[in-house]
């Protein structure tokens, strides 16, 4: 075989593996976001394999692999639960496309300054997703899910960053083959090591886990298993104590307020309650103290800033966009909308006290 046919054989490997893995993505129950990104990002891997096979690859083909860090980033914060606004989810993708078609058009020193500006935007990503995948490790409530996809997700962001390192220090005519075949195989093996774990039966990869329907029968003398024990606790903690008031409230944090270990707390609250990351299950407890206040007359007057603080948010653009993915509105329209339902029944009920006035008369 000579170096084109290796060209080839790992640009169909790759392919191949990228499209089980995106069928597997988009037959899954992952929410919209995950699925499109994540099949986003195996077709940007498959158009950077494909570059390799021609030295003069057509436009569509490089853009493409230009978008592989584009859905990358927006990827990794989707599926890890990282509550991000939906501008900084974009804005690497923005940034790769414009330094992508600003290098295409540039001449001299421009195309230079284009190439250099498109390589810190790949280190910049790079980094990104790997401060994205060590920050979410406490907050991972599923085991087996951090042991799979924080190292994976971790190699590929270093990676990333040691392709942007390489194109920084190398000359445009010194990517000698050795090094172009390492890329192609190390891309390749990625793509199939990725495709073994996306068709797992693991699919709690990307989705919550399915709560376990609760045993209707039980005997009078069997005592409680340790686990409900564990979850009558932790649901006392939790309402009676309002642990959730904690700002910065970790899992080792809760655990130690137990009296259990940490391992022990984690699966708990991820199999038993259905969460699959820490915050959001803080936020649940903190979002329906939010939402009582906000209908409640006695705190009419409280602005939304600082109902948001009294119930543990440490600032304003977590709290509204968890709050919108739990209502679908924002904070003002919660309000308004109940204080619209609460006029329109007050005419209803000054009609039923006047309609009681005469019986009660007669009586």
Known sequence: M??????????GLVTGALAVTAISIAKSKAPLGVKATGIGFCVGVVGYALESISNDAPFLINLL??????????????????????????????????????REIATGDAAIVCSFSQNVVEAGIGLLVLLAVWRSEDDDLDSERRRVRRPFMAVIAVYVIGLALFDFVADEGSQWVPILIFDEVVTAGLAVVGALIFTSPR???????????????????????P?????????????????WREE???VGGLADRLGVPEHRLRPV???????????????????EEVKRRLVDPEHAKETIASIAYECGFGSLGPFGRAFKAETSMTPTAFRNQAKRADS???PVLKLAAS???PARHAS
């Open 2 to 11: 000579d170096l084109q046919d290796w060209h080839i054989l790992l640009a």
């Open 344 to 346: 329109e029944s007050a």
């Open 269 to 287: 609250i991820n199999q038993k309650l259905g969460y699959r990351n820490f915050a959001a299950f803080i936020n649940s407890h903190r979002l």
């Open 65 to 102: 692999a230009c978008q592989t860090l584009s859905f990358l980033w927006p990827f990794v914060a989707l599926s890890f639960g990282i509550s991000v606004s939906f501008w900084l989810l974009m804005l690497p993708g923005v940034l790769m496309t414009l330094t992508f078609i600003s």
């Open 355 to 357: 309609q009681d006035e």
């Open 203 to 225: 699919s709690a990869l990307l989705t919550a886990p399915t709560i376990p329907e609760p045993s209707l029968e039980r005997p009078a003398q069997q005592t409680a298993e």
């Open 227 to 243: 686990e409900e024990q564990l979850l009558a606790s932790l649901d006392h903690e939790m309402v009676a104590n309002q642990a």
């Open 248 to 250: 910065g409230l970790t």
